[in-house]
């Protein structure tokens, strides 16, 4: 163990730096942006403390959580008045303007985005407990300032890093050779947000090698949403599977496809998944290093080639800081894959413009162009957009060519021991 | 580093600026409640009389309906009559300045253009006298017959508390017409605004200005002492 590991992570000294200009980094956007889904989300967990249900599945589970985080911080807030007017209740049938209006709004911002905070401080020791001691400044450079991060949680407000953190404890749980746990808080994280379902899979064909075991790992995966989703009908919720399997989210991986013949699709994502699982199927790769770089792949098809909210690719962040240092070409494609999605996010109009900032100055960031509307004056907003996802698809591809490349040059017989003794000293 | 953070502060500030020059504020008004619709036509005007926070007063909105001889489901020929009717009438916009009532603005819309019910858009040079005063604006179309008006949306639920509509010259205190005021945000009038927002909840302010001068006196010394130990 080296010297490095004798002090706690967060009491190095050449981390804190970084730490503490990240944490002020944060704490300077947490009061002054918003976007409706922070409220909606909030109001959700309000209604529940006013003991009125609110439909939804693994919903449920997030809503339940902020209704907690909620009743924490209800005495520093003006609860009463702070849902807005009923009838003036038209977006999400949320009355966000009125709440943007309201002069606690940066107060009630505050608050509602400091759970995420601190759920972030664990994000960043699990991240950096699975990393090797020499990369941990560098991964947590990487994090601290990473622009993603910064948007999804903090401007945008959305609750995807308690996903990330669960995504990272299985790993960390990987680690401390807890395979059934880690399935249990993976399949935690899918009821929180459905999607890293798809990492149960090569969680399980990396885990364990026999057919008995794979099983096992799938099945406990899978547990947490089917016990859901089996709970809530036993509680005599009839439509919460007809609704779960209308939810549009669930369409998204299936947006890029090719027509074959009348009811005869090729859905890309599915295809390329399915490839990628037989193909650990039939090579068994184990440990934590592949596991980390089999998952970095089925997020990368998944952005690749789905439609997704620009808040859910914080999910890729942990991975991408995995191997984002080697080799030095990732750095560069990594860049113009943050410049390509930020193009990607103009597709939402003012929403993910003007309006974030609309705490600041309602009626000014309200009227503010968002960048579509403006190239729209030059040039057609939605070619530009495309334009800018294609290149952010294939950066995706880009990343996952060069982490493959990476592995393949490391793979003659002495990289291969000198990896596994690294391993091995960091374990 | 520094050349480039200043090159970025520079670029930061014309961005600001020149959004700020650009973007048309609404600062008061009211449209989205109420189905009434008042006629204008001959000597029945209508109006309202508003609040102006800023200065810049660049542009107002007003829900009109188009002109009564226009009907849904009309044959084609009686209709393309009905627009040939109504060209060269006017529907004239007049703004005056209260209390003085001296007209600031003229601006006369063809009533051919109103073609569906929607905000239709006056604008006009701005008024950098705009700051808290008050206006009245009248619409007028002396051209038109009650069989050729055109209508404005107005609503007796008293949404605007700043003013109220006229009919015929005829105050109607819980009445409003549909409409929206606007003036060109300048980068002075943002930060104002910007300002005033913060002030509003002071306790709040000063706890998270605390916590921003802890943060950032730690860090400073973070990054001091790592310097030390290198």
Not at chain 1, 19 to 48: N, Q
Not at chain 1, 98 to 109: D, E, K, Y
Not at chain 2, 10 to 25: D, K
Request: hydrophobic share 50%; with cysteine; aromatic share 16%.
């Amino acid at each position: 163990m080296g010297e490095l590991e004798q002090v706690g992570i967060f009491r190095q000294e050449k981390l804190r730096k970084w730490l503490l200009s990240g944490l002020l980094l944060r704490l300077l956007v947490m009061p002054f942006t918003a976007h409706s889904d922070l409220l909606s989300i909030y109001y959700r967990a309000h209604l529940l403390l006013d003991g009125r249900a609110v439909k939804g599945l693994g919903p449920n589970m997030f809503n339940l959580l902020h209704a907690g985080f909620l009743w924490l911080m209800k005495p520093l807030l003006p609860y009463r008045i702070m849902w807005g007017a009923p009838k003036l209740k038209t977006f999400l049938m949320l009355d966000w303007l009125g709440f943007v209006n309201q002069t606690s709004v940066f107060r009630a911002l505050f608050l509602f985005k400091l759970p995420y905070l601190a759920v972030e401080v664990l994000a960043v020791w699990m991240l950096l407990k699975l990393t090797e001691p020499e990369r941990r400044t560098r991964v947590l450079i990487f994090w601290m300032f990473n622009p993603i991060v910064i948007f999804s949680t903090y401007i945008f407000g959305r609750f995807d890093m308690i996903t990330v953190f669960l995504l990272l404890s299985s790993l960390y749980l990987v680690k401390s050779g807890h395979n059934d746990w880690s399935l249990v808080v993976l399949g935690g994280a899918a009821l929180l947000r459905v999607y890293p379902i798809v990492l149960v899979l090569p969680f399980a064909l990396i885990l364990e090698s026999g057919g008995w075991g794979r099983a096992r790992l799938t099945a406990i995966g899978f547990l947490p949403l089917a016990a859901s989703i089996f709970g809530g009908l036993a509680q005599g919720e009839t439509g919460l599977l007809k609704d779960f399997a209308s939810m549009q989210h669930l369409s998204y991986p299936l947006a890029m496809k090719f027509y074959l013949n009348a009811e005869d699709n090729l859905y890309v994502f599915v295809f390329l998944y399915s490839l990628l699982m037989m193909y650990l199927f039939v090579n068994h790769q184990h440990g934590l290093d592949n596991l980390k770089r089999n998952c970095f792949y089925v997020f990368l098809l998944f952005f690749a080639t789905s439609f997704f909210h620009p808040h859910y690719l914080i999910w890729l962040v942990p991975f991408a800081a995995f191997f984002f240092d080697e080799p030095a070409q990732f750095q560069s494609i990594y860049r113009l894959h943050i410049a390509a999605w930020a193009i990607y996010t103009f597709q939402w109009g003012r929403y993910l413009a003007g309006y974030l900032l609309a705490p600041l100055s309602p009626a000014f960031f309200w009227s503010v162009l968002s960048p579509s509307e403006w190239i729209d004056r030059y040039y057609p907003a939605i070619q530009f957009i495309g334009i800018g996802r294609s290149v952010f698809s294939a950066t995706c591809l880009a990343m996952a060519y060069l982490v493959w490349r990476r592995r393949a040059d490391l793979a003659g017989p002495e990289a291969r021991i000198g990896e596994s003794e690294k391993e091995a000293v960091w374990r | 580093m520094r050349t480039a953070a200043a090159i970025l502060m520079v670029l930061s500030l014309i961005i600001i600026l020149t959004a700020t020059g650009c973007v048309q504020v609404p600062v008061s008004g009211q449209w989205d409640f109420g189905v009434n619709k008042a006629d204008i036509y001959g000597r029945r005007t209508a109006g309202q009389d508003f609040y102006v926070s800023d200065r810049n007063l660049t542009r107002i909105d007003i829900f009109l309906y188009p002109s009564n001889l226009i009907k849904p489901k009309q044959r084609p020929r009686v209709h393309r009559l009905a627009w040939r009717r109504l060209k060269g009438k006017y529907l004239t916009l007049s703004v005056y300045s209260l209390p003085e009532r001296e007209r600031l603005v003229a601006y006369k819309l063809p009533v051919d253009k109103i073609r569906t019910a929607r905000m239709h858009i006056f604008p006009f040079k701005p008024i950098a006298a705009s700051k808290r005063r008050r206006f009245y604006f009248e619409l007028k179309a002396p051209s038109l017959t009650p069989g050729s008006a055109v209508a404005v949306k107005i609503t007796d639920h008293n949404r605007y508390k700043e003013g109220a509509a006229f009919i015929g010259g005829k105050r109607l205190a819980a009445a409003d017409l549909g409409f929206q005021v606007y003036i060109d945000m300048t980068s002075v009038i943002l930060f104002h605004s910007i300002a005033s927002r913060l002030e509003a909840d002071p306790l709040f302010m000063a706890a998270w200005g605390l916590v921003i001068l802890l943060v950032l006196i730690s860090t400073i010394m973070a990054w001091r002492r790592g310097r030390l130990v290198t």
